[in-house]
């Protein structure tokens, strides 16, 4: 394998105390962060809605995203607590973004031997809009992250089969996971024999646990593929260059100092290696360029499916462009050391900081921007809660008629009234009961109320952003 260092499967340092108290802290402060307004996105919350008609005996996966195998483990666990359902998948999933961001420090300083490359990883995923806005719309990407950087520093530290259970939870969260898994899983059967019943046993969950839900909910085992084949209309699969749009996503997504520190990198891995020997190892140099090479094929590789029909969506991009910012910081510490920047003491501490603060400074503007948008958001949902209850709850409304709402709020007002996402419409009718809301500051509401000029309507209860409408006689 293009990272193996030649170390022994059981080898390395295992996860030890001050890890576990940083995945303590890091469910500490996602649970903090609940205290602002906060809602899952659609994605998520047709997981919450799987989890609990799983529980149920009761799975609908015929609308909605594709299915996705870890994200609904969790929301199936948590679905018997109730209403705090949704709160519980939305501390995971920010709980991930932020392991992920200490695996970036742990990866950044190990193979960029500077604390100073530690905080530039960190910081490179600090600044970026995508990743703030992901984590705290609870999808799932910043889970993903820390799946593939822990799967890395676990091989990194010579735990193998530690790092193979990493990796199968990427390749539980997205396909495009699965050809680095597979490739990863086939080199550990080879190198190391004790670990093919471990290796067989992730392959064999693969299929069980993406397709068989997807044939229990949908009668389908392909829908969640061909799902992803039918894209919304500003998809990049529609351009008339597919691939040219999925590669300049891409290049957008890279915060500016990255590629600052990836030119570096590729510079010291070009350049001959006794010149660097002492600033970046040959174990670092082969991993770096490991990272670099898995980024650039999976751009490759969406880039390919979108071009093939598949949305393309920004939110793929984001692993490989998180492995880019690794490699990055690894060049930024290798420069620093080249540099002689002091790494120990006060003055290190002094240089990480200065060099964080240097790297988020520009981005605050947009992070604000972006801070506001979540959080009208969180408040668009909390509004829906307040106003269902204000209606008379779940049972009037239902019996008065049909539930139609506009598109991207379809999961999120059918686990309020506690239904099938394909029981709620997207087009006003008579007998129907509509949740008109404004998505976005100073938008129209939707969806309209064409289709329903001619019944009497009557407004069941409002609230800043939502109204509900009765078409139902």
């Given at each position: ?339 002689r920047v002091p790494d120990a003491g006060a003055a290190g501490l002094v ?123």
């Amino acid at each position: 394998m293009l990272l193996d260092t030649g170390t022994p499967a059981s080898a390395g340092p295992r996860i030890g105390r001050p890890m576990l108290l940083a995945l303590v802290a890091c469910v500490v402060l996602a649970a903090l962060s609940l205290l602002v307004p906060s809602a899952p996105t659609y994605d998520p919350w047709a997981w919450i809605i799987w989890g609990r008609e799983i529980t149920q005996l009761d799975l609908d996966t015929v609308t909605g995203p594709s299915w996705k195998p870890l994200p609904v483990f969790f929301t199936t666990l948590f679905a018997p607590l109730g209403s705090i359902a949704p709160e519980l998948w939305v501390l995971v999933a920010r709980a991930g973004a932020l392991l992920a961001m200490v695996f970036a420090f742990r990866l950044g300083r190990r193979l960029g031997g500077t604390v100073l490359a530690g905080a530039a990883a960190v910081g490179a995923l600090a600044i970026a809009p995508w990743w703030l806005r992901n984590a705290m719309l609870a999808n799932s990407e910043g889970l993903m992250v820390a799946c593939v950087f822990g799967g890395i520093d676990r091989h990194l530290a010579g735990r193998r089969g530690e790092a193979f259970a990493w990796f199968l939870g990427a390749a539980l969260l997205r396909p495009e996971a699965w050809p680095f898994f597979g490739l990863y899983g086939l080199w550990l059967a080879w190198a190391h024999r004790d670990r093919l019943v471990l290796v067989a046993a992730g392959f064999a969950s693969l299929p069980v646990l993406w397709l068989l839900p997807e044939l229990w909910g949908s009668g389908n085992l392909f829908r969640a593929a061909e799902r992803a084949q039918q894209p919304r209309a500003d998809s990049a699969a529609f351009a008339p260059n597919p691939v040219r749009v999925v590669l300049d996503n891409a290049t957008a997504m890279l915060p500016w100092p990255a590629w600052i520190g990836l030119l570096v990198a590729l510079v010291v891995l070009a350049a001959h290696r006794r010149a660097w020997a002492p600033r970046a190892p040959q174990e670092a140099r082969l991993a770096v360029g490991g990272l670099i090479a898995v980024a650039l094929t999976w751009i490759a590789l969406v880039a390919y499916m979108t071009s093939d029909g598949f949305s393309g969506n920004q939110r793929y991009l984001v692993t490989p462009i998180a492995l880019l910012c690794i490699a990055a910081a690894a060049g930024l510490g290798w420069g620093a050391r080249r540099l002689r920047v002091p790494d120990a003491g006060a003055a290190g501490l002094v240089a990480a900081v200065a060099a964080f603060l240097l790297l988020i400074s520009p981005a605050l503007p947009e992070l604000r921007k972006n801070w506001d948008s979540l959080m009208y958001q969180g408040e668009l949902h909390t509004q829906l809660e307040d106003l269902v209850a204000e209606a008379g709850g779940r049972a009037p409304l239902l019996a008065c008629g049909t539930p139609v709402t506009g598109d991207f709020l379809v999961p999120a007002l059918a686990w309020q009234l506690g239904v099938h996402a394909e029981q709620v419409e997207l087009e006003s009718a008579p007998g129907t009961v509509i949740f008109r809301v404004h998505t976005n500051p100073g938008s129209r509401a939707v969806p309209p109320l064409t289709g329903v000029e001619d019944v009497p309507v009557r407004t069941l209860g409002s609230t800043r952003d939502w109204r509900i409408v009765a078409a139902c006689g």
